[in-house]
Each structure stands twice: as C-alpha cells, then as structure tokens.
C-alpha cells in the first residue's frame, strides 16, 4: 500500500494532516481539485482584494477543525468509531462540492430551482458508486439519518465546523477582524449531552464572541453592498447571454458553460440526465470569466456593456434602505439609463436590479446552542448569556437593495 501521508500548511491553522488514505483519495478527485478553481466568497474580492481564497482551502480547514472536535470529544470518553470518524470527515470534506462558479453567486441562475445542497448529495452519491460505497456512512451522517446526532450537528449546525471555518478563514482573507473568532477555544468547550452538541459552561464567553461576531461579518462582508452589486450584474449578464445565444449560434462559451447559456435546465432535467450534471462538474470560475473577456466585444450592446463593466469593474451604484423604494424611481431610472445607453425601455432592466435581504443570526428554535454546567444540566444559550440579547440576534432584519447603471460613470 501506498504511503498516503502528507501535510498541507494553511496559512490559517498552519500544518493540517490528511487524516488516512481515503480521505486522500478524496481530496485528489477531480471534483474536489475543481473546488481550487472556485472563489469561496464570489467577487466579494472586488470589495476585499484579499478575498481570493477558495472553496478548497475551506473544505480543508473545515477537515481540520474536525479533526480536533473529534480528537477533543474522544479525550471526554464520548464513543467514536474508526468508521464514524472516517464518515465524518469525509461528510465535512465533501460539503460544499456542490458549488458552482462564484460560489453562491449564479445559484439559481445556472439551474433553476436547485441548490447547492442539492447538488452536493448528488454528487456525493455518484463519488459513492465510483468508491464502492464508502461513502454511505458520510451520506448518512450529512442527511442526519445516522442514529449519533451529533455527528451532523458538527457538520451541519449552530456551531459546527463550516462555521467555525468560513469565519476565521474569510476574516483573515478580508482583513475584517471581526471574524476572527477563538475556534479552538470553542473546540475544547464542545461535549455530548444526550446525544446532541453542547457547551461547557466555561466556554459561553467564545459563544457570545461568536455570534456577535457572526452577526458583523454577514453585514460587513457575506452582504456587503458592493458584492452584492456586482453580483447583480453577473446575474444579469448571464440571463442576457442566454438571450443572445437564442440568436447568435457562436456566442463565445466553453462547452459546459453553453450547456447552461443554451438550455438552462431544471430540476426534473438535473435529476434525470447525468449529462447535466457532468458539465456542471466541468463549471468553476475560469468559464465565467473567460467569457465576460470575449463577451465585452460582442456587437450586442447590453451583453457587451455588462461584461466589459465587471471586468473593469465598473459596478452599479446601490442604495440601501429599511423600507421598500417607489416604483416611479425605479421606473424614472429604467428611462434614464434606456436614454443614456440608447435602448429600449425594457432593455434598462438589465441595468437595475431591486431586492430585499432578510437575515437573521440565530435560529433559536431549532439546533439551540445549550451550555452545559457542571451539575450535568443544560439551558439554551438564550437563558445563559447575560451579555447577549438573542431575541435580538434572533430578530428578522430587512434591507432594500436598489442598484443601477452609473449614467454618470462617476
């Protein structure tokens, strides 16, 4: 057997071990190896020009902070298998392999009405066919059918080590220090209690950094209105194409990138031709971009103007408001850029985007954080902070989002 052994140094937890030869193999599939070509926070790098890192790294990292959860609660006598730890593992590794290009960016936009998540279990399970079932256990663990609840809550939960991951890493690579939050701390404060993730008591002070924390980076960077401007255009630039190609026979594209641009298929069509998800798999960021070049010299004038504005970054003035903006100023404004730009009124629509982002921070009614004391009871951490107000943290919060065309250029 080959010696599969080896170190990757993180530039955020230093030196990560591959922990065993399937999780190597793993790692070196090709559908893991297309994750080093997708951008883990989209073009919030247009934002934080730090902001390159990958879906890649993170995986890792999240393979990593796994590592020590797991290596913690064995250390408390909490029963872990060889089995359960191989399936947990390569449930964290595998989690986001269901990305697309720009990571959240094009969802919905590639294939309607199906999500990330989605696409993940179905490619988890085509790995599983290829690795003679290995993976079953993984599978089990991710759709939380395996009979130690726990397990899915450290891949999938309040507290679990995508989170834990995202933000330490997306802090680092932003430079928003606010995400930097005492993962490892919190590690060693992790515990089972009647089959479900707790928290030592010790450790509530890490849990209010986290959330607090959490709460600072969705606003400051996952929903940043710049990002979210460009990512708008994006949007529109892809639907506009899909429009162009109904005419334009030779639209510039890679193969899999005009299987979508020329069909843009559904859910019932992802679920019943592997076709469709083989170009998927084929998709990173490399296809957007290369066409957005291409794209910027087409004679199709919206398509050419949206394309050559993300590439030179040329991004949609927004506002932001808590209330819903009148319809006569987005109206007023659809006629001032149709004006400017020399087309049809319709057509402006491609140049203004209305939205609304709700979000909250903390579900409390479900997969609660408990901290558990040292006389073995446990309270939900909204009866345990006394520095923290979670009906806060739990509340709803709207933003309006109006962006458009800079007719100024300004």
Not at 26 to 31: D, E, N, R, V
Not at 101 to 106: G, W, Y
Not at 257 to 280: A, G, Q
Not at 290 to 304: F, G, P, R, T
Request: proline letters at 2%; glycine letters at 4%; hydrophobic letters at 35%.
């Amino acid at each position: 057997m080959v010696n599969k052994k080896k170190i990757i140094n993180d530039p955020v937890f230093g030196f990560i071990n591959i922990p065993g030869n399937f999780i190597y193999d793993l790692i070196q599939h090709p559908y893991m190896q297309r994750l080093t070509r997708i951008r883990q926070l989209g073009l919030s790098s247009y934002v934080y020009p730090g902001a390159q890192h990958t879906r890649f790294q993170h995986s890792l990292g999240a393979m990593y902070l796994m590592t020590e959860a797991i290596k913690n609660l064995k250390s408390k006598e909490i029963k872990i298998t060889k089995e359960e730890e191989e399936g947990v593992y390569a449930a964290i590794l595998l989690h986001d392999i269901g990305h697309g290009p720009f990571s959240h960016a094009l969802e919905g936009t590639i294939i309607k009405n199906v999500s990330h998540e989605d696409i993940t279990l179905t490619t988890i399970q085509r790995l599983n066919k290829e690795f003679n079932g290995q993976l079953n256990l993984a599978m089990s663990i991710l759709q939380n059918t395996y009979k130690k609840e726990f397990l899915h809550q450290l891949v999938s939960g309040q507290l679990d080590m995508d989170r834990l991951d995202y933000l330490r890493r997306d802090s680092f690579f932003t430079g928003v220090t606010e995400g930097n939050i005492g993962s490892a701390r919190i590690i060693k404060m992790l515990n089972i209690k009647d089959d479900k993730l707790v928290v030592e008591a010790k450790g509530i002070y890490s849990i209010e950094n986290f959330l607090m924390n959490r709460r600072l980076m969705y606003w400051q960077v996952y929903l940043h209105k710049t990002a979210f401007a460009i990512e708008k255009m994006l949007i529109n630039t892809i639907e506009r194409a899909k429009i162009v190609a109904q005419k334009d026979e030779n639209l510039f594209g890679t193969p899999s990138l005009l299987h979508f641009i020329k069909k843009t298929p559904d859910r019932s069509s992802f679920v019943d031709n592997d076709e469709t998800l083989d170009h998927f798999l084929a998709l990173d960021d490399t296809d957007i971009l290369s066409a957005l070049k291409v794209w910027s010299h087409h004679n199709d004038k919206i398509l050419s103007e949206l394309s050559k504005d993300i590439v030179n970054r040329k991004i949609f003035k927004m506002e932001v408001s808590n209330q819903p903006f009148d319809k006569e100023k987005i109206k007023r404004k659809g006629l001032e850029i149709s004006n400017y730009l020399g087309i049809k009124q319709e057509e402006a629509s491609y140049f203004i985007s209305v939205n609304e982002v709700t979000n909250n921070m903390y579900k409390n009614n479900e997969d609660s954080i408990n901290i558990l004391y040292n006389d073995g009871t446990t309270k939900p951490i909204s009866q345990s902070s006394d520095m923290l107000d979670i009906s806060v943290l739990s509340r709803e919060v709207t933003k309006y989002y109006f962006c458009y065309y800079r007719t100024d250029k300004n």
